[in-house]
């Protein structure tokens, strides 16, 4: 497997709780222990009694309990994950007190795309490796679950990784291994699989495209014959096949309009076909084609930008994108590209005036592209060393808050700039009392304490603690939307389940960037 558990953690930047865990006291979770080793139970005999006089009978009926069944030794496939409880500090016990059923439709509901702490929370949740919920079964509705929130967030290498660990030994897990692999470029080995299992095939296309793929053209044709007559492939599909396999014979004929939602095969038929499709309306998870070496630079820019927007592309890789070559022309993501290759060019010269020159319009060209905090998380703590001017400075600062490096900052630097003083304080996570700012108020009421309201305090209790997050999440988005009543309440529910470092980083945003769901 080409991506690792080490690999994916690095690459998406998801160690929001690994990073707590590692830093100062802020950061620690209580509910973190050593698991609790099993010691053998000696169970007493149960000796018969003796029937007792006519007594009055206690119930008038019986209820029958609803009992789960899971057959010994199976395997539940909704507890695996790629980090281990180690790396994200959560507790083997994260599902496995609520219905998966409940759990699947809070992640499904989900709205992080414009929201950075969000974004590495759910990361950490998708990704984790936890005991499946107590009513888990073979369909594994939660690991759908999170394989589909880490698609549409654009992650398909984590995806493809996640489904790699389970086995994607069931239909529905197999044709969402199989979409994912379309997108990375690695289909060859769900192909393989495919021609191993034919019963996992999602469709008589994608076999007919896998036979073909493995050089069996003869037991492509016949199957492609056969779904024909008998109407298993619709209009679309059956052009695209029949161009797929036999293009000289179609060669010049139009190829009929694609579908709004196309899926990954038919995406990648219209590619083989001549007439790839432009991914900038296409769902996130399509962005992922673009980064391959078949694509234009701009579209490859383009892509880069979106996925590293949600977090599923770390801004090393961006970076790396941005600087690959110089700009073919002028404004839009040209101007974009350049104000950041001279910034970095400034950057790795270590010249403070140039980066002084060059800082105000890098950051405005991120802003534009909301990608403060990706830009944030990767010169952040760099640009606070450099002796910049004060108003260059003033700026670093306001970076390196909403970089991980922002308690840090606050504490070295925040004395000289009164007019963040809410924010350093917020940085340090004590907030001073604001005046007439909602916002601002909200959060201050947010870290007066870390008690959760009465309903999420109640699943907690009942050690519902992946439940607790995804609610309090929830709540977080429905302040961002505008509702600040919201906000009070998530913050403090993010810090009683010891999640500090989330908590300040998503007030930090809310504060100087005014992100909004």
Same mark, same amino acid.
């Given at each position: ?36 080793? =099993? ?53 083997? &016990? ?8 409940? +759990? /699947? ?14 974004? /590495?929370?759910?990361?950490?949740? %998708? ?45 529905? @897990? ?26 996992? &095939? ?13 050089? =069996? ?51 990648? %038929? ?11 309306? +296409? ?42 070559? %110089? ?7 040209? =101007? ?22 060059? @800082? ?37 600062? =306001? ?11 606050? @504490? ?62 929830? +709540? ?22 010891? %999640? ?18």
């Amino acid at each position: 497997m080409r991506n690792s558990a080490a690999l994916i953690l690095c690459l998406l930047g998801l160690a929001p709780l690994q990073a707590q865990a590692q830093g100062a006291p802020l950061s620690a979770i209580d509910w973190l222990r050593p698991p609790a080793v =099993d010691m053998p139970v000696t169970r007493a005999t149960p000796q018969p009694t003796a029937p007792q006089p006519a007594e009055p009978p206690v119930a008038s009926t019986v209820g029958r309990p609803q009992v789960t069944v899971t057959t010994l030794g199976q395997p539940r496939l909704d507890a695996v994950g790629l980090l281990p409880s180690q790396v994200t500090g959560l507790p083997q &016990s994260l599902w496995q007190a609520s219905p998966a059923a409940r +759990l /699947a439709q809070l992640i499904a509901a989900r709205n992080v795309d414009r929201l950075p702490a969000m974004q /590495a929370l759910l990361f950490t949740l %998708l990704m984790a490796e936890a005991n499946a919920p107590f009513d888990a079964g073979p369909d594994a509705p939660l690991l759908q679950a999170r394989i589909d929130a880490l698609m549409r967030l654009g992650a398909v290498d984590a995806a493809q990784a996640l489904l790699e660990r389970a086995g994607a030994g069931t239909p529905t @897990l197999f044709k969402r291994w199989f979409d994912a692999t379309l997108l990375t470029g690695d289909e060859d080995r769900a192909c393989a699989a495919l021609r191993a299992a034919p019963h996992l &095939s999602p469709s008589y296309a994608a076999r007919i495209y896998c036979l073909a793929r493995g050089g =069996d053209w003869p037991a492509a044709a016949l199957t492609f014959d056969t779904a024909r007559v008998l109407g298993f492939l619709g209009a679309t599909e059956e052009t695209l096949v029949a161009h797929f396999l036999d293009p000289e014979l179609y060669e010049g004929e139009v190829l009929p309009l694609p579908p709004v939602r196309p899926s990954p095969l038919l995406f990648r %038929l219209y590619e083989a076909a001549g007439e790839p499709l432009p991914t900038a309306t +296409l769902p996130l998870a399509f962005a992922m084609s673009d980064l391959r070496a078949t694509a234009g630079w701009k579209a490859e820019l383009a892509a880069a930008e979106r996925l590293a927007r949600t977090g599923a592309l770390p801004f090393n890789r961006l970076l790396g994108i941005y600087t690959e070559r %110089l700009p073919a022309a002028s404004g839009g993501i040209w =101007d974009r590209v350049e104000a950041i290759q001279r910034f970095d060019t400034a950057m790795r010269a270590g010249d403070p005036g140039a980066v002084a020159r060059y @800082l105000p319009k890098a950051w405005a060209a991120m802003r534009a592209a909301r990608l403060e905090v990706p830009f944030a998380s990767g010169y952040g703590a760099e640009l606070m060393r450099l002796p910049l001017p004060e108003q260059a400075a003033a700026l670093a600062y =306001d970076i390196a808050l909403v970089s991980p490096e922002y308690e840090t900052a606050a @504490l070295a630097y925040g004395a000289r700039y009164p007019k963040r003083q809410f924010e350093t304080s917020l940085a340090r996570g004590m907030p001073q009392t604001p005046q007439a700012d909602p916002l601002r108020v909200a959060i201050t009421l947010g870290f007066s304490s870390a008690t959760p309201p009465a309903d999420l305090a109640a699943l907690l209790e009942n050690d519902q603690l992946g439940e607790t997050i995804l609610r309090a999440m929830a +709540l977080y988005e429905q302040a961002a939307e505008g509702d600040l009543n919201a906000l009070a309440p998530a913050l403090s529910t993010l810090r009683a389940l010891g %999640l500090e470092d989330t908590a300040r980083r998503a007030a930090l945003q809310l504060a100087l960037l005014r992100y909004r769901g």
